[in-house]
């Protein structure tokens, strides 16, 4: 399969444009004094140093621990694809996808998950929605396995499988760590790499993309700004993974997902 990778200082990006704003700017910061509601339980203790950047992102695609590794042997292997079909919910495909990826960390059995079941949190709406509010819907509520939703791009509760509601609970997030992007973007890579290398994913989002999507790699380039390629799982039907490059390519806002709930 061909990785496609975007420059996001050049007209490039352009050719990922949405058609409508699906994310909405984050209202609060892990931290800040009105944060309390905010779903997240800290960041990572130990941060990778910044002059450990290229040996780390070499030792996790070695040993691959980069999340990416566990979607190819898990939920998502190479070929299959994660599309979200025109409907404005990458809020909840980039978190989805997060969520599976940890449980195939875990070692817990694939089952695919339906992205469309949190629709209720705008109210089964096709519309945007906040980073935050997934997360605490997944931590609270859980989200459906796809073999309770017919149509996985229909918000409609009518037509899923009578329990969906409850078996959501089996599929629930956990532990999530918040990233702090308040010194610049070498801080918000720092952070972005410490979480892929404990081997977990992340939930980003991208303002000037109006897009959330799954971060579950880097690769070190000479070349590129910061010498960082973001290694993505979209939702717009690719076959792979995607990579990003330069200043825009830096998350506005990212959560590692960390664990999920021991019920199944």
């Not at 817990?108 to 929605?129: E, I, R």
């Not at 509520?141 to 009578?162: E, M």
């Amino acid at each position: 399969m061909t990785i496609h990778r975007f420059d996001t200082d050049t007209q490039s990006h352009q050719l990922l444009q949405p058609s409508m704003v699906q994310i909405y700017p984050r209202r609060t910061r892990y931290g800040d004094a009105d944060a309390a509601g905010v779903p997240v339980e800290g960041i990572p203790d130990a941060l990778v140093a910044k002059d450990a950047f290229k040996e780390t992102i070499a030792r996790c695609h070695e040993l691959k621990i980069f999340p990416q590794y566990h979607q190819y042997a898990s939920w998502c292997p190479v070929g299959s694809r994660w599309n979200q079909d025109g409907l404005g919910y990458c809020w909840t495909w980039s978190g989805t996808g997060a969520v599976m990826d940890v449980r195939g960390i875990e070692g817990k059995p694939t089952v695919q998950l339906a992205p469309v079941s949190m629709g209720y949190l705008v109210k089964w709406q096709n519309k945007g929605n906040y980073l935050e509010s997934f997360i605490k819907g997944a931590q609270e509520q859980g989200i459906a396995p796809a073999d309770y939703v017919s149509n996985q791009h229909a918000p409609s509760p009518q037509s899923f499988k009578v329990g969906w509601d409850t078996e959501r609970a089996k599929y629930r997030l956990s532990a999530v760590w918040d990233t702090n992007a308040r010194d610049g973007d070498t801080t918000m890579i720092q952070h972005c790499l410490s979480i892929l290398a404990y081997g977990r994913p992340l939930q980003i989002a991208l303002s000037w993309w109006g897009h959330a999507l799954s971060l579950v790699a880097m690769r070190w380039d000479e070349s590129v700004v910061n010498n960082i390629v973001w290694v993505i799982r979209n939702s717009h039907n690719e076959d792979d993974v995607i990579e990003l490059t330069g200043s825009k390519g830096v998350p506005d806002e990212a959560y590692g997902f960390i664990s999920t709930e021991l019920t199944e």
